[in-house]
């Protein structure tokens, strides 16, 4: 679906359902989204706008590195949002010239429907334009972030303090899928954060020189996003260290158990070895008392054996 509006020079907005009956000559600006676009209307980047076909083709194939891209009359973003239900990673594309902007997503913006629904609903745009729209939608991009990177934390203290009483299996699940959604926002927050970087550094963007304040304070926050994601992977690993260095003690403290055990029993298998063998001359077997003493030699043996290792704190 496309849709289209347009502020004429005395700031009054126009609506258009067919981008052909758009003639931006008489308009001040005007945006222009391409919302979930069918192969027809894809076409109309080229037919219409006469946008650069690698720019077009970066569209079409999804999943980009964010990043920016100059050409002779307009220049061409990539931008990334995340999914906070399942962790999938969307691409906004944006065409910015001298008088309009042109959105292209695969997806349902929610981020690109609030501004819209700002745009339409705003009595006073004299402050809007191409370049503020765009500030717009990123704000709203960036700002998505936080709470996902927030509910991460809250998956990491519940891990670390176990109130579920999970199994140390389960915990590092649990763990492992947590580092893999921190990698999954650390390959979207990073990129955008360079992206920003380009942004604010260049000569060639006006628009963005225009409201430097405005797009330095979402490259800041992208910079506060990254040290947490990264603190957050440094948090799992902490945990993860910690889990298998317990399992590892755990599993130490039972193979020494079942050591001694093997060790105290080691000579009293032997002594019973001995006398259960099938001779028929064993002077011991005669004697009235020999079961009795072999079973105290085999008690006392047992229990030295256990005063020794405990004295080594073996227990």
Not at 189 to 205: F, G, K, T
Request: glycine letters at 2%; aromatic letters at 16%; hydrophobic letters at 40%.
């Amino acid at each position: 679906m496309i849709q289209a509006v347009a502020i004429s020079f005395d700031l009054k907005k126009h609506f258009f359902k067919n981008l052909y009956d758009l003639d931006m000559t008489k308009y001040k600006w005007c945006w222009v989204d391409f919302n979930i676009p069918t192969n027809e209307e894809i076409k109309a980047l080229k037919s219409y706008f006469h946008f650069h076909s690698l720019a077009i083709e970066d569209c079409v194939h999804r999943l980009q590195r964010p990043k920016l891209d100059y050409y002779d009359d307009f220049t061409f973003f990539v931008t990334h949002v995340i999914d906070p239900d399942n962790f999938s990673k969307e691409e906004i594309n944006f065409f910015i010239g001298k008088n309009y902007i042109v959105s292209f997503h695969h997806h349902n913006s929610n981020q690109i429907n609030q501004v819209w629904n700002r745009l339409i609903s705003a009595e006073e745009i004299s402050e809007w334009d191409p370049y503020h729209c765009f500030y717009e939608v990123l704000d709203k991009i960036v700002d998505q972030y936080f709470p996902i990177i927030y509910k991460i934390e809250d998956g990491l203290n519940e891990i670390e303090n176990n109130s579920r009483k999970k199994s140390m299996e389960l915990l590092l699940e649990d763990l492992f899928a947590i580092r893999h959604q921190l990698l999954t926002l650390r390959h979207t927050v990073n990129p955008m954060r360079d992206l920003l970087y380009r942004m604010l550094n260049s000569q060639h963007l006006e628009g963005i020189k225009n409201r430097q304040e405005y797009f330095l304070d979402i490259y800041d926050h992208l910079l506060k996003l990254s040290e947490m994601v990264e603190s957050n992977r440094d948090v799992t690993t902490d945990i993860r260290d910690s889990y298998i260095s317990v399992n590892s003690h755990q599993t130490n403290k039972i193979m020494q158990i079942l050591t001694i055990i093997t060790s105290i029993f080691a000579p009293l298998t032997f002594i019973a070895g001995i006398y259960g063998m099938n001779f028929t001359y064993m002077p011991e077997l005669n004697w009235k008392y020999g079961y009795y003493v072999s079973l105290l030699v085999m008690g006392a043996i047992a229990f030295l054996m256990f005063r020794w290792f405990k004295r080594k704190g073996w227990f």
